[in-house]
């Protein structure tokens, strides 16, 4: 006879974290927020910081950074047209939580070297 095995069924992330993985999967939502943090908020400017980037990327990266309300765009009547784009408080709050991540990344490669230290 058979034993009856307990299967886990798979819990759907709530929005957040399906922002959280969608933003996180993406390869230059983390980028574009940094470029934005370093006040970089105008789309030309942003591909033209980073080499690989297209503008098509580009821009499917900030719809969907400002569909999840991390970013805000601001649209200026000028010729030719501006667009600038901003952290929500939203966003601020992702981007502290993004650099909770940087921090556990640097104490990750201090314990890396240390422990590669004590095997020599």
């Known amino acids: 006879m058979k034993s009856e095995e307990k299967k886990i069924s798979p819990v759907a992330p709530r ?6 993985e969608t933003i996180i999967g993406c ?3 983390l980028t574009v927020m940094d470029l934005v943090e370093r006040g970089v908020v105008r789309p030309g400017e942003m591909e033209r910081s980073i080499e ?3 503008a098509k990327v580009l821009n499917d990266c900030l719809r969907r950074l400002v569909e999840f309300k991390v970013l805000e765009k601001r649209s200026y009547a000028e010729i030719p047209p501006r667009v ?3 952290f929500t408080h939203f966003g601020r709050k992702l981007r502290s ?3 909770a991540l940087v921090e556990l990344e640097a104490d990750f490669v201090a314990a890396q070297v ?3 230290q004590r095997h020599l």
């Open 15 to 20: 929005y957040v974290g399906r922002m959280v």
């Open 27 to 29: 390869k230059w939502s």
């Open 52 to 54: 690989g980037l297209t």
């Open 84 to 86: 600038e784009y901003r």
């Open 97 to 99: 939580t993004c650099e």
């Open 114 to 116: 240390g422990t590669s």
